[in-house]
């Protein structure tokens, strides 16, 4: 892999350099507080933090919103990543001036791109900790399509669902396979199960919103399920709240009960350390994930690492037949078809995605480079931050457990706020459980609503909606199944703005502390003062959108405060030269422009009313008990 230029990688550094990291290390085990911790770090990570922050592509990017301009603030890491330029030069210097298709060893080009391929998987799978009885295959574009390969190479895809119902009857019992979810399943490790020839069986959460160890080992251990075969399909980390899984227990048990331990890291990856471990009794037979959402990721393909024996294909053609797995093929007589015995070879169908491979294992360079203990450090000291300001706040709902270790992914509500008079008995003993009540009973803002706010008023960049995780979505929101299928029915009807959700938003490593207190701020005004943005909007009751309304009659009267300038056009108005421009860069100029949106988002919020009643009317054909936010 390349070195940053100034800069060696993580795994070169000498004796010494490798000493002082550690004696540094062990400094801060006798450092008490995360605050200590983050000062105590600042001068061995700032730089190699502010380097990757330099090569982000879109970095202090404006774009136009009802409000003004705004810089761009991105905050959906979890959903995707962020390009680096580093990366993408690399590709355009180094790879594609000699890009060429594999399956050759006779030209320059397809010498060369192949083993820079084969260069680029190796790499991979030693970051995942990968051995020689494990198999690493690129995927589509992600968890998804990984998930949906280990369906194929294990047996257990189904072509429909008409076949599916025809091959689950042809086959016995003790064929059938028993396949384990959690509660957090993203859509991706879910319906996909559902979809095939197995049996699904879900484990939900216990009493403190976690897997329940208890309820897995039950059933693993049911008379039901003897003698068949059986893996876990389990989060490793929730994509709504963050919350980490234990998943070296969670192996643990599955292996004591004959099952394979298979993870989607697809949330984590991005921050933490993988290791598989085959073959032990805590180790891993499957990992996938998406390296699309790490910093530098995007445009890469899906990733399923895999233990060989997992694979029952081997007697088999592979699950895509075509070019590049094949020794020998002929006109006449599909028997004498002869696949490669090579797993990774086989299950390489047609032209790879060379590209993408040598982009995933270069993702991987900069989070190895990075460290995870650089990265681990930070994002608890933004999480045990925010999740202190944010759960002391009336009126903000932060979903999940808040009291156990998770990545700084946040999912919340935020109610409109009510009477302090109603908040005094806060500071009584036993007022949490009040003060969740309080919260519980009244509606809070549509989540796609507030990310709206986040969008047009700041410029940040968060996401609105239930992440793809509906099941756990009615565990967080408590939504009964009888109300959950009468929503279903509104849907059907063409109501899918009643769809209940949340914001979400992350705090990942690499956020510059401007940014990351920026964002805070952004959630406690609209905590304050979001509501009294409804009546600018119109609410799409069909898609659930919300669209700022042009001709509203407050745009005309605020049209010198919706037109506020920021940045640049100010400096150049005050008439300063461009190096006195570069010099206030240097002082931070995006952290004045961010308390500019703060100042002049109040001034217009002071200026509408602070409604307190429904603004927005209930189509004929919608049930008023079926409307879960505040309109």
Not at 90 to 119: A, I, M
Not at 401 to 425: C, Q
Not at 480 to 490: G, H, I
Not at 541 to 562: D, S, V
Request: charged share 25%; with cysteine.
């Amino acid at each position: 892999m390349p070195s940053v230029q100034g800069a060696v990688p993580m795994e070169a550094g000498t004796l010494a350099e490798e000493a002082k990291r550690m004696a540094t290390l062990l400094g801060l085990l006798r450092v008490t507080t995360s605050e200590e911790k983050a000062s105590a770090t600042a001068g061995m990570s700032e730089d190699k933090l502010d380097w990757l922050r330099s090569q982000l592509i879109g970095k202090d990017v404006e774009f136009d919103t009802p409000f003004g301009r705004r810089v761009l603030t991105y905050a959906d890491q979890t959903a995707s990543g962020r390009a680096l330029r580093y990366i993408e030069d690399y590709l355009v210097k180094e790879v594609l001036p000699f890009y060429g298709n594999t399956h050759t060893e006779d030209s320059h080009v397809g010498s060369k791109t192949t083993r820079l391929v084969h260069k680029a998987a190796r790499y991979v799978k030693r970051c995942m900790g990968a051995g020689a009885g494990d198999a690493l295959l690129f995927c589509g574009a992600g968890t998804t399509a990984a998930i949906k390969r280990l369906q194929e190479v294990i047996g257990v895809a189904a072509p429909s669902v008409e076949l599916r119902g025809r091959l689950a009857g042809q086959l016995r019992t003790q064929e059938r396979w028993v396949v384990f979810v959690g509660p957090y399943e993203h859509h991706s490790n879910l319906l996909s199960w559902r979809q095939s020839l197995a049996d699904v069986v879900e484990i939900g959460v216990d009493e403190d919103g976690l897997i329940d160890i208890a309820a897995l080992r039950g059933a693993l251990g049911s008379p039901d399920y003897a003698n068949r075969p059986m893996l876990g399909s389990f989060s490793a980390c929730s994509n709504v709240t963050g919350i980490m899984t234990d998943t070296r227990e969670i192996a643990r048990v599955l292996h004591q009960h004959g099952a394979y331990a298979c993870f989607d890291f697809a949330a984590s990856g991005p921050y933490v350390k993988i290791d598989m471990k085959s073959g032990q009794i805590d180790g891993y037979d499957a990992v996938y994930l998406s390296p699309h959402k790490f910093v530098g990721g995007p445009g890469t393909p899906g990733i399923l690492l895999m233990n060989k024996e997992m694979y029952r294909l081997n007697s088999q053609p592979p699950s895509t037949c075509g070019g590049g797995t094949v020794a020998y093929v002929n006109g006449f007589n599909e028997e004498d078809t002869i696949y490669y015995d090579d797993i990774e070879e086989r299950e390489d169908a047609g032209t790879p995605p060379i590209v993408q491979k040598i982009r995933a294992s270069l993702a991987f360079w900069v989070k190895e480079y990075i460290g995870y203990d650089r990265m681990s450090l930070r994002e608890h000291v933004y999480s045990e931050t925010a999740m202190k300001r944010l759960v002391s706040n009336p009126n903000v709902w932060v979903l999940g457990n808040t009291s156990v270790e998770r990545l700084p992914i946040f999912s919340f509500l935020i109610y409109p706020p009510v009477k302090d008079s109603l908040f005094k008995a806060v500071d009584q003993p036993g007022s949490d459980r009040w003060l969740e009540d309080v919260k519980h009973k009244r509606l809070p803002l549509h989540g796609r609503f507030v990310t709206r706010l986040f969008n047009d008023l700041f410029g940040i960049q968060a996401r609105g909606g239930c992440a793809c995780a509906g099941p756990y979505g009615h565990t967080l929101l408590k939504i009964e199944n009888e109300l959950s299928l009468r929503l279903r029915s509104a849907i059907l009807e063409g109501y899918s703005g009643l769809k209940p959700g949340w914001t979400r938003l992350s705090f990942s490593y690499y956020l510059s502390k401007d940014e990351f207190k920026f964002i805070l701020a952004a959630i406690e005004f609209i905590a304050s003062y979001g509501h009294r943005f409804l009546p600018l909007y119109q609410f799409d009751w069909i898609t659930g959108n919300w669209t700022f309304r042009k001709q509203a009659i407050k745009y005309h009267l605020m049209k010198e405060e919706l037109a506020l300038d920021t940045g640049l056009d100010v400096l150049i108005k005050n008439d300063q030269s461009k190096d006195e421009y570069k010099i206030e860069k240097k002082l931070g100029v995006n952290q004045k422009k961010f308390e500019s949106y703060l100042e002049n988002a109040k001034k217009i919020a002071l200026s509408l009313p602070d409604i307190n009643q429904q603004t927005v009317s209930i189509p004929k054909g919608v049930d008023p008990d079926l409307v879960l936010f505040y309109i």
